[in-house]
């Protein structure tokens, strides 16, 4: 089995914010290979089905971000699965709006969640799918990525979880060289296939 990650805040008052990309892949994810998520289990809001004949889970923490890891922590020793076979999905500040990247392993960076995936399940060895939702120019980070796109924005993050969503498909069915291969600008060095 394949789990699928999706970071971001539970409740209405954070849908549609920065921070929020990875639940919204989730969610393309869920219309796309038809996979209900209503099940309330391991903190999390999950659905099971099949992407390209593999079985996965789509995930939506529920802890809040910072402690997105409480949750992967209760599946990765309920389901006793590889950490290869997880993909987390998240925005990126320091990524350009609407780019994103696809890794095979790596640090957590700012990201709070991705450090609290990372301490709780005690490894770094996960692909990932970045989606960049660009830095705040003068604003406070935190509310930053609390905050809304604006109407120029929306169609270019739109298309990065669009192609965010691909790329998690791409890591199930051919795996993650195959979709750092496919999605990765070729200009972005360390996150080509030959710098890994």
Known sequence: MHIIVGL???GKEYDATRHNVGFETIDLLSRRNNIEIKRL???????EGNIGGKKVMLV????????????????V???KIDTKNITVVYDDVDIELGSIRVREKGSSGSHKGMQSIIYQIQT????????GIGGPQFEDLSNYVLSRFSQEEISIILEAI?????????????GVLSAMNKYNEKSMGSDTVADQ
């Open 8 to 10: 971001g805040n539970p």
């Open 41 to 47: 289990k391991h903190k999390a809001l999950c659905g």
């Open 60 to 75: 939506k923490p529920q802890t809040f971000m910072n402690l997105s890891g409480q949750s992967l922590q209760d599946m």
């Open 77 to 79: 020793q309920f389901y």
């Open 124 to 131: 770094d060895q996960f692909p990932r799918v970045r989606i």
């Open 162 to 174: 669009e192609k965010a969503a691909l790329a998690c498909e791409t890591i199930v069915t051919d």
